[in-house]
Structures are given as C-alpha cells and as structure tokens.
C-alpha cells in the first residue's frame, strides 16, 4: 500500500493503462485458446471424391433422393450403396473412383464417409420438423449444388438457430410460408430449452 502511496499522479495513471493492457492482452489470450462450437468451414477429404456440383447441381438431384428420411424421421441418412449404384451400374463405369465404389459394392461393402454436419450429442434437431415446415435443405447445408467438395457453411450454434427461431434470420421461403402465423413476440418456432435439448 505504501509503495502506491508513493506515486506521483502521472505514475499512476501510467501504471493503472499498464495494467489494464496486460488484462486486456491476458483475456484475448485465454478467448483465443478457448475451442469454437462451430465447424464452420470444415471439408474434409471423403474415401470418394463424391460431387455435388455434378450431382445436385448440373444433374438436379433431388437431395432427398439420396438422403432418405428427411421428410419422413428425425435423421437425413447418408446414402448407401444401392443409391449410388442406382445409377453407376450403367453410368460413367469407365471412372476409377465408380470401379472402387462398384468392386465395394459388389463385396458388400459399404463407404465409410466422413460426417460434415454434426450437432454434438446434447442436441436435439429433427430434419422432417424443418422440412415439414419449408426449411429448405440450403438453409442449413448452403448451396450444396455449387460445392465441388461439401463443406459446413453455417456456424450451426445455439444462437444460430436461436435467431432463426425466434424470427430474426428467417429465410424468405419459410416467412412467406409462415405469414401470419408468427407469435406475438415475433417468433416462428419454439425457443424453450426443451425444444432442442434432451
């Protein structure tokens, strides 16, 4: 106490903006060693260098002709083999990529795919609710059509959603879908704890 007692004005201001920076400095450090919910951005490399650009954009298949149970159950499946050789028993065979997925195929094998989109455990979401209500798979996935490689390109964190829900970052197809139906607060869907929680 004496020593601060011993400060000339100047000097304590000088020593209260040093210590102010070092905690400033000190809480960015500790804020940047913290992990991010978010995997945002990630793209990793699949056992088949499968594209959506050629598939869902330039063919137009459907999403959910591959990822069955997106109207229908609380999961979007990726796709099994069947699916894909639905129509590589006869296209493009000449491709090394669709020999390996056929000569798999054929020994009942099945891709064992890296999953992109993934929600951690404490977390409950429904695709059929969403889809039900006109959430387009875009909304979510992004334009998945103009990926050569898939990657997540929304944050898909609590306040992401959160903000969807409560009627702030509404897609434009689901507000014209809605109109009318909103709840008092301004909100589209619900928001309590449950809702997405177990």
């Known amino acids: 106490m004496r020593f601060f007692a011993s400060l000339t004005t100047a000097q304590k201001i000088i020593a209260g903006v040093v210590v102010s920076c070092l ?9 940047s060693m913290m992990p991010t919910a978010s995997n945002q951005g990630y793209s990793p490399e699949q056992p088949i260098p499968f594209s959506h650009q050629i598939h869902a954009g330039q063919y137009k298949i459907d999403c959910k002709y591959c990822h069955v149970g997106a109207e229908t159950s609380q999961h979007a499946s990726i796709p099994s083999m ?3 050789m639905n129509c590589h028993k006869a296209v493009k065979t000449e491709s090394p990529w669709i020999q390996k997925l ?5 020994e ?11 929600l951690p455990d404490h977390v ?6 969403h889809v039900k209500k006109g959430v387009s798979c875009q909304t979510c996935h992004g334009d998945v059509g103009g990926m050569q490689k898939v990657f997540q390109s929304a ?14 970052s509404v897609p434009e197809n689901v507000k014209r ?6 709840k008092e607060d301004g909100s589209i869907a619900p928001f309590d704890c449950a809702t997405c929680h177990y």
């Open 82 to 84: 069947n699916v894909c």
């Open 23 to 31: 905690l400033v400095l000190l809480a960015w450090v500790a804020y």
């Open 124 to 129: 409950r979401f429904n695709h059929s609710r």
């Open 155 to 168: 944050p898909l964190v609590m306040g992401w959603c959160l903000n969807c829900h409560r009627g702030r």
């Open 177 to 182: 879908l809605l109109e009318g139906q909103e």
């Open 102 to 106: 056929t000569k798999m195929y054929e």
């Open 108 to 118: 009942g094998k099945a891709i064992e795919w890296i999953r992109i989109h993934e």
